[in-house]
């Protein structure tokens, strides 16, 4: 009896430990990737597909125009995720991320207040699964809500591959895009899924990276996989130049 309440008290200190490791673990993102690897799904932090994400502290002067691309939840596990920014000499400076598990009913007025708080004048919302009805509805509450017409609110079904638009759009983000340099502390769910997100083998996760990288598409203006490709290759041409 005195043995097993001993085992008791040993496994109740362990799981008290744990529980604190993980608390603060989770907070740094080396040490969250450790713990992932360690402790939960494997992650390999070598492996990573964003190996360097650029920021910046104050948003330029001069900014062109602002823009948001959104990524509707395909199922009920996916997430919701809405990048927005403003675009300066073909570089992306990302001011707000919506991402979110929230049913659409919520997130469909969340959007439309986001839009207007980041002076959005231009988004492009992918139309697969019910992503039609949910631009439609944005559309209305940006009237309703906010008396704002001049947010164009485009959409579009998305037929491509979508690994494959991940790794082909992933350098462009890497060298193109800047995202605030707290954003960790702003956005910790969409930190944590882009800085694990891997280069090969099964992600839990997606809809980050492919909201990432197609905001990085609409300021380039390419709405292929090919065109996208092409139009990398030629951004090298010119600076070996």
């Not at 005195?2 to 608390?23: C, G, N, T």
């Not at 944005?138 to 998305?158: A, G, M, P, S, T």
Request: glycine share 6%; aromatic share 12%; proline share 3%.
């Amino acid at each position: 009896m005195i043995i097993l309440i001993i085992a008791y008290v040993a496994m109740w200190e362990i799981e008290k430990k744990f529980e604190v490791l993980r608390k603060v673990t989770e907070k740094n993102v080396v040490s969250s990737c450790i713990f992932k690897a360690n402790y939960q799904h494997p992650i390999d932090i070598k492996g990573r597909l964003f190996t360097e994400i650029k920021t910046y502290n104050v948003l330029p002067d001069g900014i062109e125009r602002f823009i948001a691309y959104c990524d509707t939840a395909d199922t009920g596990d996916d997430y919701l995720c809405a990048i927005m920014g403003g675009v300066l000499n073909g570089e992306g400076y990302v001011t707000d991320v919506l991402f979110t598990k929230d049913p659409m009913i919520k997130t469909e007025k969340e959007l439309p207040r986001l839009l207007v708080v980041n002076k959005i004048t231009d988004a492009l919302i992918e139309s697969n699964s019910g992503g039609k009805n949910f631009a439609r509805s944005v559309e209305k509450n940006l009237w309703e809500l906010y008396k704002i017409r001049d947010c164009r609110i485009r959409w579009f079904h998305q037929s491509e591959n979508k690994q494959s638009r991940i790794l082909s759009g992933a350098p462009y983000v890497m060298e193109h895009i800047y995202l605030p340099t707290n954003w960790k502390d702003r956005f910790p769910e969409f930190y944590n899924h882009i800085i694990t997100y891997q280069s090969t083998g099964k992600n839990e996760h997606d809809d980050g990276a492919e909201a990432l990288v197609e905001f990085g598409k609409m300021i380039v203006g390419q709405n292929s996989v090919s065109s996208y490709i092409e139009w990398m290759k030629q951004l090298k041409e010119k600076r070996k130049h």
